[in-house]
């Protein structure tokens, strides 16, 4: 049996690895669609034959849930992880915290982070910033990327010194080095919602939402570096 | 029968021009920019007149005024342009077929064979407009008009680029075409001798309007409406080959007077038109003796009329027709010449070029 | 991944060439109408019908494919009526041609016209004078002469088809086998730590197949021009 | 948002405007050197250079705005040297029109190039023995000539200026006054739930702006036809 | 001086071409398809031959052994295109201004207004080509070429598409380039009477061959080396005008003898070529008499020579030079025409038509 599901991308590795232990471990067949959380959602809105949706941030799922397109119930939080400044090359570890002079750090560079009105990652980066009370300090500095990738981009090649992304990117790019996390207080939880939409209902769906919360899957998410909100 | 009446408008050009032509062959003869081409265009329905009528044996092809504007492709024409319009993307041979794939099945239809030799273009079958010489062009485009099975062929100087020799080759086919399929022919020369050879009917064209129309004869002979002047000028006669001696020569029989003229390929008994020039004659008051001219018509000067510059244009009555002279007026001072003279005109075998000589017609 | 490319990736560069090709192809025979409607005739809503044709060019191609999951979404105006008839386009191979399609129309309908108005109308004139109704003055004469740019468009097309990426995940979204064409699958691989290499790889199969697709047009538009050759 | 559009859509209105115009300006002697090169000339790589011209239209554009990244970057191969030199593309609007240009540059070659080849030779040979220069040749009949496909092609490389946005915020990400385009402010907009009317008013005045040009290219293009119309 | 040796293979045709022309104005005659435009584009540049060499005035256009291969535009040619090849986005105006734009500023330069007064084409130079007609294109590519300042004039049937009377306007220009400019003149032509006029060499080509070259009076009173036959063959005098009488006639003296003309343009003891063409000339054992013909010219019978057909050519040396006639045989035979024999050539005054004059040369 087939389910398909609608998944942010920057899950692609964790949720690859998945796919083959789980069509192995049931016989199911998992079609995962990765795209960005909005045109998921927009295309769910629309009718879009997926089982579940997996978005990297609550709005999406909200505006799911309102439009009544969810199993009531089903809506659990699966992932989280962190947001982290990175810098270009290597840095000197720092704590970020209150009066972190972010803008002195920046000199006349370039803060790449993802759009910080609309996708997750510059979302939160930019609540962090604000709890700090530096954001008006850096704002006109912010280079705003579509996604958290090309915001990484622009640090791993050295145009922009310093960057905003999650902690799952920066690990596996080698020519950039945590600068600090932010602390956790400072922005909204960020989670990873999982949701079975109400459009058909399959044995498979449970059985793969119960594999998500399963050791085999918090492994891979684990090693993709995100924090595993299930127990 | 075309019937062609025609007003349009070209902003520092304006044609507006009537004629009415019997069946055959009706010659368009005027100098350039005198809207030969724009006439032509119109009876193809490629230019849409501001106002105008054009009827083809009854059959209406244009009338502004009742609305009726047939659209080219069912005219069924044979257009052959002044530039050519070979289509470079096909072969010469597509380019000869390519009117037969519209023609009715049951039209009459040339022989694409024949066609070919007689334009000498059957060794430039395979290849394309783009590799063919100005005069070869010319020769596919004739040919790809004559395969149409066309029930009107407009000819727009057909003839300009080619040699002396290729167009005597050429032109007994257009008379062939008048005569025997009877295809109307709208045809636009610059050469007199074309003219006489082929025209029905001539319409002398100058800035847009219809100067002079009627008969070859008639227009050719009357220097003050040739849009070329008058050393165009000439008589036409017609003659029935009488036999064919064994020295080359023909001789014909133009109403009892014996013409001799180069070999002609008709059989004895058929009946030749003959463009006599008017500059090729000469008068004298008694009969000429020891000259190596062969033909001497006794006539009666019916008038002269001053030519352009030094010349006069002699009109004598034969018995073999009508002939023109063109001769000095010191000449004609000399000789004491006047209307109702007693004069002989001679005229040479050989002055009467291959392409002068027409096949019998209406004419 | 035991070969150079993994089935994954194999499926995406097949259904990248069905894709396109299916979509430059469909689209060939509009493309040649419209673009001789544009070059030769003149109608009320010439200008709108014109502007319609670039709209996906001037358009961010997220918006393209938002229109297009709008309209032809199973829940859409048209896709509604289609599905009504066993047509549906949203998340299948075929939604992700019309989109593909629909992004390179522009492209096709300029060139195409260019070519058309290049040939000369006297020839067209004397086709008609030799019976040709304008059906067939366009079979025989238009057509052939305007025969390089209908190459030419067809393959700027047909390259621009296996290119296209932002309206194609937005409108029918980047399900394996069905919808992840190559720049699909690239931009999963980008949206992950490490992706980039198995990125790249596809990245030279795209470009192998589209320099093949142009080699062939040249050589197709020089031996059609070697015809035509001179007038 | 006092007014109907923002002072923020304003600019970037305006930078689009700003973009497109200098992209499309500045690509255009180039677009017809190359054009003219690869409809006129035959050397060694002739193949190469077609295929480069087109590879932006091949790539996902997030590819091409990585690879500008890459190259064009202020660490990069060339955008080092041009660095030195005081030319800095990374995060300016210059930066923006280079990237547009790219992606529209198939497209402005095409169309030139195209028109280019339906020069009759034979007008360009006449022009010689009158004592032309190839140089002269070109300037005074080929491109008089081909000036046709050149407003189309100009036109065409504008309209995709307009619309360009992956390799834009790939390669110079999103600031407002200095990169942030149409595109990418109804790329912002489209991330956010609810954002579709803002989306909406930008994508009318891209239209209107796009439609405008479009109308005059038309009308120049008839101008031109009318006086070279009929040989 | 024009040194002209060329190969070239097109398959199908191929040109094997060598001659070698004294200033003046050189006429390549020849069927269609016979290789002349070929040689013509050649000279200008626009075809690579195989091999070849190509001189004006010590002047190396083309040297394949050395390595010469000067670019069209160095080459500094007002080549007249047989299909017209006109700018379609330039007015006439800029058209004929094209050349001189390029053209060395200190060039001999013809004047705008008096070519385009000989032309014919004032009222035209606002209006682009596409709206000119057939004619009207010829004339205004003629212009350009010779507004160009050329130091070569290349003429491909320049004035095919023309009528007469326009021809013989243009003429006289071609004439006055070669003799008072000097601008030798390569110049393809179908016409016998055109390349009487300004012909100081004729190249006969047939198949891509030259089959016969030689001063204009030496080809065109063969016949056998005409291509397009007896019917051009003709002889070339050279007279000076005596006096202009008031009647119209203009008295030339031909060595000696009176030659009658209709009345000419140039001032007495101005030096002309008359063209006499073969078929016009009759001969008489006797003096004739009272005959309308003004011209007679007394001579002896130098050869006969069986023409095509029915006809011969008797060569006649007379005080005026050589003149020829064609004749029948026939009349040969009932004449007694031999070798040695005297006899008198009748030439009409009106039968010199005004294009056959052509002003003296060196030919
Ligand atoms: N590109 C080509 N490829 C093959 N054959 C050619 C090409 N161009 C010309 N020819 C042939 O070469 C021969 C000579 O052509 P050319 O144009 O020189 O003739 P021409 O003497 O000028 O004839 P015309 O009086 O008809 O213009 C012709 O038979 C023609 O078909
Ligand atoms: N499209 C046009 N716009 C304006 N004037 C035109 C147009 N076409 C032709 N003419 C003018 O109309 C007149 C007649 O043209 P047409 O082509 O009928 O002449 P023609 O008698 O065929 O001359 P030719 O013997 O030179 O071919 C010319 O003076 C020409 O300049
Ligand atoms: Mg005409
Ligand atoms: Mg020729």
């Known amino acids: ?24 471990a049931t016989g199911h067949d998992l079609v995962v669609s990765l795209a960005g959380s909005s045109a998921l959602a927009r295309q769910i809105q629309q009718g879009a034959p997926a089982d579940i949706f997996i978005s990297a941030s609550t709005d999406w799922t909200d505006r799911i849930e309102g439009d009544g397109l969810i199993e009531d119930g089903s809506r659990f939080d699966l992932l989280g992880n962190s947001i982290v400044l990175i810098a270009f090359g290597d840095a000197d570890p720092t704590e970020i915290g209150p009066g972190f002079d972010l803008a002195r750090l920046l000199g006349d560079g370039r803060l790449a982070m993802a759009m910080v009105d609309s996708v997750p990652a510059g979302v939160y980066g930019k609540a962090a910033l604000e709890s700090l009370g530096i954001w008006d300090a850096v704002e006109p500095q912010v280079a705003q990327a579509d996604n958290v990738r090309a915001a990484l981009a622009f640090v791993a090649t050295g145009e922009a010194p310093y960057g905003i992304v999650y902690a799952t990117d920066a690990a596996a790019e080698d020519s950039v080095s945590i600068v600090g996390t932010f602390p956790a207080d400072t922005h909204p939880v960020v989670v990873y919602p999982v949701v079975d939409l109400a459009n058909r209902d399959t044995p498979a769906e449970a059985e793969f939402l119960d594999y998500l919360r399963g050791p085999e899957a918090r492994a891979a998410f684990e090693r993709q570096g995100f924090t595993v909100l299930v127990d | 029968m075309l019937d062609v009446s025609l007003r349009h408008d070209f902003g520092g050009f304006s044609l507006d021009a009537h004629f009415r032509a019997p069946a055959g062959v009706t010659v368009l003869f005027g100098r350039s920019g005198s809207g030969k081409t724009t006439i032509v265009n119109a009876v193809a329905g490629l230019l849409m007149p501001d106002a105008g009528r054009i009827a083809a044996n009854d059959w209406v092809l ?104 290729r167009k005597a080759e050429i032109l007994p086919y257009f008379e062939r075409l008048r005569d025997e399929v009877s295809v109307p022919i709208l045809y636009v020369s610059h050469s007199a001798s074309e003219v006489a050879r082929l025209a029905t009917t001539v319409v002398a064209l100058d800035a847009g309007r219809v100067v002079a129309q009627g008969p070859a004869a008639e227009i050719l002979g009357d220097p003050a409406v040739l849009p070329t002047g008058a050393r165009e000028a000439g008589a036409v006669l017609t003659a029935r080959v009488a036999r064919h001696h064994d020295d080359g020569l023909s001789e014909l029989d133009a109403g009892g007077i014996p013409l001799f003229l180069p070999r002609l390929a008709q059989v004895p008994g058929s009946t030749l038109r003959i463009r006599i020039a008017a500059h090729d004659v000469i008068l004298s008051r008694t009969r000429p003796e020891g000259l190596s001219a062969l033909n001497i018509l006794p006539g009666t000067i019916r008038d002269i009329r001053p030519g352009e510059g030094p010349g006069a244009i002699v009109a004598l009555d034969t018995d073999a027709g009508r002939v023109l002279a063109r001769i000095t007026r010191r000449s004609a ?15 040479k075998t050989v002055s009467v070029a291959a392409s002068d000589i027409g096949s019998g017609s209406t004419g | 991944m035991t070969d150079w490319l993994g089935p994954e990736e194999w499926r995406a560069v097949a259904l990248s060439l069905r894709v396109s090709f299916w979509a430059t192809l469909a689209s060939l025979p509009f493309g040649i109408f419209i673009a001789y409607a544009l070059a030769r005739w003149s109608f009320p809503g010439k200008q709108i019908l014109n502007g319609l044709v670039h709209l996906p060019l001037i358009l961010p191609p997220v918006v393209t494919g938002y229109l297009l999951l709008l309209l032809l979404g199973t829940r859409g105006p048209i896709g509604g009526i289609l599905a009504d008839w066993g047509i549906v386009f949203a998340f299948r191979w075929t939604g992700a041609a019309v989109a593909a399609a629909v992004m390179a129309f522009p492209l096709m309908v300029r060139a195409i016209r260019l070519s058309i108005e290049a040939v000369d109308p006297k020839l067209e004139q004397a086709s008609a004078t030799l019976g040709a109704s304008p059906g067939w003055v366009f079979l025989t004469v238009t057509l052939p002469m305007a025969l390089p740019g209908i190459v030419a468009g067809t393959i700027l097309a047909f390259a621009k088809a296996m290119g296209e990426f932002g309206a194609t995940i937005t409108f029918v979204s980047n399900i394996p086998g069905q919808t ?17 290499g198995s990125a790249m790889k596809l990245v030279i199969v795209s470009i192998v197949v589209a320099m093949g697709a142009l080699f062939l047009s040249e050589v197709i538009g020089r031996r059609v021009a070697a015809r035509v050759g001179g007038a």
């Not at chain 1, 049996?1 to 069509?23: K, Q, T, Y």
């Open chain 2, 62 to 165: 244009l009338d502004t005024d009742a609305g009726i504007r047939l659209r080219p492709h069912r005219r069924r024409l044979g257009y052959i342009f002044q530039e050519g319009r070979l289509f470079p993307h096909l072969t010469v041979r597509q380019n000869l077929a390519y009117g037969a794939w519209f023609a009715p099945k049951d039209a009459a239809r040339e022989d694409m064979g024949k066609v070919v030799e007689l334009l000498g273009i059957g060794h430039l079958l395979d290849r394309r407009p783009g590799a063919l010489s100005g005069g070869e062009k010319s020769r596919v485009a004739i040919g790809r008009a004559l395969l149409s099975a066309p029930r009107l062929i407009l000819a727009d100087e057909p003839l300009a680029a080619l040699d002396e020799a």
């Open chain 1, 1 to 24: 049996e087939e389910v398909v599901v609608f998944a942010a991308a920057s899950m692609a590795n964790a949720l690859a690895e998945i796919e083959g232990s789980f069509e192995a």
């Open chain 3, 180 to 196: 992840r064409t190559i720049p699909s699958a690239i931009y999963a691989f980008l949206q992950v730590p490490g992706g980039e």
């Open chain 2, 333 to 347: 001072t000399a000789l004491g010449l006047e209307a109702g003279a007693r004069v002989y005109a001679i005229i």
